[in-house]
């Protein structure tokens, strides 16, 4: 594994500062569900609908997330925490086992629950460093109808929920 030198380090304790939504976005191809935590997702434009997120270039599931042509961002409820842990590691069938999903229109897993949701398809992947953008046009979205359910956040490597 390849040791982060002293100024990557650096910018990741800065960054650390900048309190991020937390997402699962989930793809299929082929039959199977795939899935990860990502707190690198943001709006890019309202007309038409685009949003980004990034994965590592060296990531195992970048390959999926590509064949599968498109995604769906499940943004976490504050009630959440343990499912964003849950999609950082393991196998993808592990990740999705017992959840509460439904299916869109397009094929890919919904998680149940979430503060909110979009369904994309994917425009263009953009080599950034030594990670790639994925870039998707929204074909649906909800929010939960619950008012009640707050966003998860992250921040100095903690999770939160803000107190609007």
Same mark, same amino acid.
């Given at each position: 594994?390849?040791?982060?030198?002293?100024?990557?380090?650096?910018?990741?304790?800065?960054?650390?500062?900048?309190?991020?939504?937390?997402?699962?976005?989930?793809?299929?191809?082929?039959?199977?569900?795939f899935g990860?935590?990502?707190?690198?997702?943001?709006?890019?434009s309202l007309?038409?609908?685009?949003?980004?997120?990034?994965?590592?270039?060296?990531?195992?599931?970048?390959?999926?997330?590509?064949?599968?042509?498109?995604?769906?961002?499940?943004?976490?409820?504050?009630?959440?925490?343990?499912?964003?842990?849950r999609f950082?590691?393991?196998?993808?069938? /592990? !990740?999705?086992?017992?959840?509460?999903?439904?299916?869109?229109?397009? @094929? $890919?897993?919904?998680?149940? %629950?979430?503060? &909110?949701?979009?369904?994309?398809?994917? /425009? !263009?992947?953009?080599?950034?460093?030594?990670?790639?953008?994925?870039? @998707? $046009?929204?074909?649906?979205? %909800?929010?939960? &109808?619950?008012?009640?359910?707050?966003?998860?956040?992250?921040?100095?490597?903690?999770?939160?929920?803000?107190?609007?």
């Amino acid at each position: 594994m390849k040791s982060h030198s002293p100024m990557t380090n650096d910018i990741k304790h800065a960054m650390a500062s900048f309190a991020t939504g937390v997402t699962v976005i989930t793809a299929t191809h082929a039959g199977q569900d795939f899935g990860m935590t990502c707190n690198s997702f943001n709006t890019v434009s309202l007309e038409p609908a685009l949003v980004l997120w990034s994965l590592r270039t060296a990531s195992g599931n970048r390959a999926h997330f590509e064949a599968a042509g498109g995604y769906t961002v499940n943004i976490l409820s504050h009630t959440q925490q343990a499912l964003a842990m849950r999609f950082t590691k393991g196998l993808h069938a /592990e !990740r999705f086992a017992g959840l509460d999903l439904a299916r869109l229109p397009t @094929g $890919r897993s919904q998680i149940l %629950g979430c503060a &909110a949701w979009l369904d994309c398809e994917l /425009e !263009r992947i953009i080599p950034a460093g030594d990670h790639d953008i994925l870039l @998707g $046009r929204v074909l649906s979205f %909800g929010v939960n &109808a619950d008012s009640k359910v707050e966003p998860l956040i992250y921040a100095r490597r903690q999770f939160g929920k803000l107190s609007i």
